[in-house]
């Protein structure tokens, strides 16, 4: 079945340290994003791409860092800059670029800095 | 740039009854949609809807793009409707990227 693969699902970083989440779609599409979600409010973008070899910041994108190297591939490192990364993190995926199009949404990786 | 704002920000039913999540948005917008979060964390789109009315089952949403407002009725609800529902929208000024609402949190209960 196609879909979001995001992996893991639960992530605990220690202070100072980078990590990279994992996110893959076998969907073919072009288009991918990186939400954050902080408890009782909706999604803030991050990071997108709408081809492979380009990404343009989102609203929060100050800390993080992304590639798209690989169509089906657009992993998030949240960077030791990040002050504060606990939080839900989601990855989506559209046909090609412009929000008219449906999103589907990865299962989305848990970040608890330790 | 845009605000959006959702009310009520919760929302506790019986199962069987019926609901009215609103969705007020400051700017004219070109695309405007419903999500719904289950309790894990999925999220899946419920309606592409800029403006009209749209219905899938027992949920219907209905957009007025001229008093910039949204409605997302659902109907008969189930303890499977339980989760938070999103309200996002876009134009030009948010390079169409979507904005999100903080979201109706809803449960229902058996």
């Known amino acids: 079945d196609g879909g979001i693969t995001q992996s893991p699902k639960y992530l605990f970083r220690k202070e100072g340290q980078n990590v990279t989440l994992s996110c893959e779609q076998n969907?073919?599409?072009?288009?991918m994003y990186w939400y954050r979600q902080d408890p009782g409010q909706g999604l803030r973008l991050i990071y997108y791409s709408q081809i492979v070899n380009d990404f343009q910041k989102g609203d929060i994108a100050e800390g993080y860092s992304v590639s798209r190297e690989k169509k089906e591939s657009f992993p998030l490192t949240v960077t030791s800059a990040q002050k504060n990364p606990t939080a839900f993190y989601l990855c989506?995926?559209?046909?090609?670029?412009?929000?008219?199009?449906?999103?589907?949404f990865g299962s989305g990786t848990r970040l608890t800095v330790v | 740039g845009i605000q959006v704002e959702q009310s009520p920000p919760d929302l506790i039913l019986q199962e069987g009854a019926n609901s009215t999540l609103r969705c007020n948005f400051s700017d004219s917008v070109n695309n405007l949609q419903w999500f719904h979060q289950n309790p894990w964390g999925q999220l899946i789109n419920l309606f592409y809807i800029p403006s009209g009315t749209k219905q899938n089952g027992r949920l219907s949403a209905t957009t007025v793009a001229t008093e910039r407002y949204s409605l997302l009725y659902i109907s008969s609800s189930q303890t499977t409707d339980s989760g938070v529902y999103f309200c996002?929208?876009?134009?030009?000024?948010?390079?169409?990227?979507?904005?999100w609402g903080a979201g109706t949190k809803l449960i229902i209960k058996p």
């Open positions: 996002a929208v876009s134009s030009m000024d948010s390079n169409y990227q979507l904005i």
């Open positions: 989506a995926s559209t046909t090609r670029t412009g929000a008219n199009y449906g999103y589907t």
């Open positions: 969907l073919n599409h072009d288009a």
